[in-house]
């Protein structure tokens, strides 16, 4: 299977979260063709004028409407406000966990504190009903929509792309392909340990080999 | 040619040419080494800022802000007050915080230091209000990180209050409620000019045009261009919320010495020495010299350089933002007195009338177009 494959299914894509990173995220997948929605934690009113402006293509909802027409979620909310984040409706869904945990900038958050596990491992318990791959969370947001490039290009950098699930780790590498970046499976969702806050490519732009070296790991061939 | 058409010329997208043009320099106190590298107590490095802060009006700058911090490499908790003897110092230089970490202060004692500050400069204070991406201050006075937010949004809302004049009565949920209290000193004309600083957060620059503040873009990384959508934004909100066009401002990190190499040799190891520092707590990528050449050049976010190479750059993203302000961070901990001194000088003096030259340049070559247009 071919990274840049992404099944017909993976058509509509909400982004939950619309602070830093979650617009940045928005405007990439509407600018690689796919149908987007964003909403934070009120009503689409006030969203509606920063996306106007901000990420035009890009529709404002309720989160609730955004995740029930949605086939693939971003988590782009802030960590702590994640355990208070309802599983319900995202069960059955393919979930893109593009937040980070980093007490000493944000604060410790119990539920995720002193875990042998990742953080994305954590997210999947919560979020037992859904498929989550770790993804889009180790570029800074400032630095992800100059960072993108055509397939091929010999500067393409790379993303880290983590998941229990090969299938859907393909699916979510085929996103990443067509945003612009060079995806990066790692098998399990522990393995997306390197892609955490003080791992070895976090807020790092690199290319695939850079990056590659610097996990000291091989891709999964995809 | 202005004066030769009865047709107005429509006015220029942007609020650039709504407001005055302001350039100025902001400090974090940033600890500084003498000439062979020793590091200066904090006390004379304070000192020395307060010398920097008389310099600056000495060479034409229009604005000195110093912004909070409290680690050992920007000894600076307590802005307002090297502020205020730098107020006594001058005559004509505005001075502010840059920024004042609103989340772990009070938004009443806030109010008071400013307006005092106000009064010891007849008129001449400003805030610049900001939720701090330094987090030193919360374990410092007992907040948590996760509040980050919240005490934020409650605590801009009281300052919005604050800065209408009158008793107060407010209610919050973080910090006790006020009923019709009075709050001294009143200010002698009217609120002083408060800003929200913002990072990269749309719902930011929202609230900012929510409570009428202006708007000081932090850009310290990444090409801020991209900026550009929030001044719109910005702009929007503001008519959303009925409300007159407010200054949209850029802050952004530098350096100026006399040639490129030399400013470039002076800022890299101090840069990459304090990144590398703060990686590790703040979750920052440690630069390499092809990230700080991206940074220093034509689309990144560093300002460093000759005095022609930041002028020609700051002039550039004024307009590329819409902006009418450009606050230049100098400094870095470990540069010598003498270093920043020679910054300053050549900050005032070459500079500034370059971006005003160049600036002028632009906007006659814009008014022409556009009357030319209008006429054919």
Known sequence: MSGSVIPPSVRRIAILGAGHVGPVIARMLFDAGFEVMIAASGSPETLELITQVVTPGVQARWAADAVAAADTVVLAIPLHRFPALDPGPLAG????????????????????????????????????????????????????????????????HAIGVAGDDPEAASVVGGIVDRVGYDPVLLDSLSAGRVLQPGGPVFGAVLTRSEFERAIHTTAVKT | MTTSTTKTPREAPGTSTRFPLVLGLDTFGDHEHDAEDRPLSHAQTIRNVVEEGVLAEQVGVDFFGIGEHHTDDFPMPAADVVLAAIAARTKRIHIGSAVTVLSSDDPVRVFQRFSTLNAISSGRAEVILGRGSSIDSFPLFGYDLADYEDLFEEKVNLFAELL???????????????????????????????????????????????????LMLAIIGGSPARFRPFSQLFLQALERFGR?????????????????????????????????????????????????????????????????????????????????????????????????????????????????????????????NRLHHDLT
């Open chain 1, 93 to 156: 869904k393919l979930v893109v966990d593009a937040m980070n945990y980093w007490a000493p900038a944000d604060g410790v958050v119990p539920m995720f504190q002193g875990q042998q596990l990742s953080s994305s491992e954590i997210v999947q318990r919560r979020l037992s009903q859904s498929t989550i791959i770790k993804s889009l969370n180790q570029i800074a947001y400032q630095d992800l929509e100059d960072g993108r490039r055509p397939a091929g290009a010999p500067d393409r």
């Open chain 2, 164 to 214: 209408k004049g009158g008793p107060v009565t407010w209610q919050g949920s973080l910090r006790p409620s006020l009923k019709n209290q009075d709050v001294v000193p009143y200010t002698e004309g009217g609120p002083f000019p408060a800003w929200i600083g913002v990072g990269g957060s749309p719902q930011s620059v929202v609230r900012a045009a929510h409570y009428g503040f202006s």
């Open chain 2, 244 to 368: 007159e066009p407010l200054p949209v401002g850029v802050h952004s990190p530098g350096h100026v010495a006399d040639t490129d190499e030399k400013a470039l040799e002076e800022f890299w190891p101090r840069w990459l020495q304090i990144i590398t520092k703060m990686s590790k707590v703040r979750g920052f990528a440690i630069p390499t010299i092809e990230s700080f050449r991206f940074e220093v050049g034509p689309k990144g976010a560093l300002f460093v350089g000759s005095p022609d190479t930041v002028a020609q750059k700051v002039a550039a993203n004024l307009k590329t933002l819409g902006a009418n302000r450009f606050d230049l961070k100098f400094g870095m901990p470990g540069l010598s007195p003498s270093s920043l001194v020679r910054n300053i000088e050549l900050y005032g003096t070459k500079v500034i009338p370059r971006v005003r030259e160049l600036l002028a340049e632009s906007t006659a070559a814009e008014l022409s």
